[in-house]
């Protein structure tokens, strides 16, 4: 398809499981987006790549979290010992340009519950 | 840290009605500014965007945002609403041009149009 994907759409695991939420970004897109979007709340900031590098991970609440994007285009993020606390709507967005200035395209979202 | 606060949670205006969301943000120097809307079961889309020019911009579905530097705003508005504006609206902000700016967005305003 032409716009972002994300698999799975909905992850249903138990406390202290690992996970992997996949994106598959417009094709040619440079920039590629992970955000967290609780019930009632924004998208918040996780990690951000330019090309294979991430050019800001800030946003990554501790060392269970982990995002790669090894050839430029899919990424992959990885939650390790998940907590009910992870529950969220992973979103994943894409952009053409490399300065910021370009609109973001999102996927669906992959919708995470820790039980 | 940049942030983005979007005072009003949860906005109900009959059809027809005029509409103003607010959306201040916190950071002094360049800014690129955003109104991304949620429509309900559909992922985020970029309703309009600033960069630099004239600081009234105007987007898609009749909507509009001025800019105003002195007051940190970028406050989206339209003269007339319509039922099928009912969505969530998100304002978001990326404070200066680096490749390794991350957009910041807003908690999110909820807007209701009763028929």
């Known amino acids: 398809g032409a716009g972002v994907s994300q698999t799975p759409s909905n992850k249903v695991t138990e406390k202290g499981k690992y996970v992997e939420l996949r994106c598959d970004p417009i094709s040619g897109h440079t920039a590629l987006y992970w955000y967290r979007q609780s019930l009632g709340q924004g998208p918040e900031f996780l990690i951000y790549?330019?090309?294979?590098?991430?050019?800001?991970d800030s946003g990554l609440p501790n060392d269970r979290f982990f995002a790669v994007r090894p050839e430029g285009s899919v990424s992959t993020l990885k939650i390790q010992r998940t907590e009910r606390g992870d529950s969220a709507v992973y979103l994943c967005?894409?952009?053409?340009?490399?300065?910021?200035?370009?609109?973001?395209?999102f996927g669906e979202g992959s919708r995470l519950t820790v039980l | 840290a940049q942030s983005v606060s979007q005072h009003n949670h949860h906005v109900i205006l009959s059809e027809a009605a005029s509409l103003e969301l607010g959306c201040n943000y916190s950071?002094?120097?360049?800014?690129?500014l955003f109104w991304y809307v949620q429509y309900p079961g559909q992922h985020l889309q970029l309703l309009l965007k600033?960069?630099?020019?004239?600081?009234l911009v105007k987007g898609i579905k009749g909507f509009e945002a001025e800019f105003i530097k002195s007051k940190f705003s970028f406050n989206l508005r339209k003269p007339s609403v319509q039922w099928s504006d009912t969505a969530e609206y998100f304002c978001?902000?990326?404070?200066?041009?680096?490749?390794?700016?991350?957009?910041?967005f807003g908690s999110g305003t909820r807007l209701s149009i009763r028929p």
């Open positions: 978001a902000v990326i404070a200066g041009y680096s490749s390794a700016s991350k957009i910041i």
């Open positions: 950071y002094g120097g360049t800014v690129n």
């Open positions: 967005a894409s952009s053409l340009q490399r300065d910021n200035t370009g609109e973001l395209f």
């Open positions: 600033y960069f630099s020019g004239d600081p």
């Open positions: 790549f330019q090309g294979t590098g991430a050019a800001d």
